[in-house]
C-alpha cells in the first residue's frame, strides 16, 4: 500500500469504522495501482464507485423531495447536480483529507494525481458504495447527510457562481473579466491564479488545477463578497 498515513486516521475522519477494511481499501486502490500489483488480488475502485453513485444520486434525491416541498422537478434536478457534481465532491473529500490516503501507481503518483477533481470524487462515491456493502442504507445516507447534504445554498451558489455572477454584473451594467495572476507548478501538475475584475478593479482571487477552477472559485468569492454572504 502506498498511502501516506494510517488507515484509521481516515476512519475517524469520516466518523465511520469499517466492518470490513478491504472495501475501504478497495474505494482508495486507483486502477494504476492494481496493474502494478503482483497478486493482482485487489479490485480498484471503479465497481464500487458506480454503486456509490447510485446511492449518491437516491439519498440525494429523497433528500431534496422531502426538503423542498412544492420545488418543480426541473429545480431538483438542478439542486441536485449542484451537489454531487465533480468540483462539490472533490471538496467534501478534502473535509475528511481522503486525498491523503488514494493509492496509486508509481506514474499517477509521481503526477499527483491524487489531487485532481476526477479522481478525489470518484473515490468519494467508491467509498460510499464501500459503506452501502458494508452496513447498508442507513450508514451511507448518515455519511451523505453528514459530508454532502450540508451547507447546500453555499454548494448550489459555489456550483452556478460564474453564472450568477455574470447574470449580476449583466443587470447592473458592469464590466467583468477574469485575469491570469500566476502560474506555477511542473507542467502535470499546474496551478493558475485567476482574478475576477469588475469594473476594472479586482474583486477577488483564487488557485486551481485549472484557469476554470480557478474562475469559478474567484467567481463564487466575489459572488459572496458583493451579496454580503
Known sequence: ??????????EKNMGYEFRDRELLLTALTHSSLKNE??????DDYERQEFLGDAVLELVSSEFIYHTYAGMREGDMTRLRASLVCEPTL???????????YIMLG????????RHKDSIVSDVFEAVIGGIFLDSGLEEARRFILRFVLNDIEHKALFHDSKTQLQNLIQSE?????????AESGPEHRKSFTMAAVINGREEARQTGSSKKSAEQKAAYEALKKLRKI
Do not use: F, H
Open 90 to 100: 472533490a471538496e467534501c473529500a478534502r473535509e475528511i483529507e481522503l486525498s491523503d
Open 106 to 113: 508509481k506514474g499517477e503518483d509521481r503526477q499527483d494525481s
Open 1 to 10: 500500500m502506498n498511502n501516506r498515513y494510517p488507515i484509521e486516521k481516515l
Open 173 to 181: 451594467g458592469w464590466t467583468l473579466e477574469y485575469r491570469v495572476v
Open 37 to 42: 500489483m503482483a497478486d493482482g488480488n485487489r
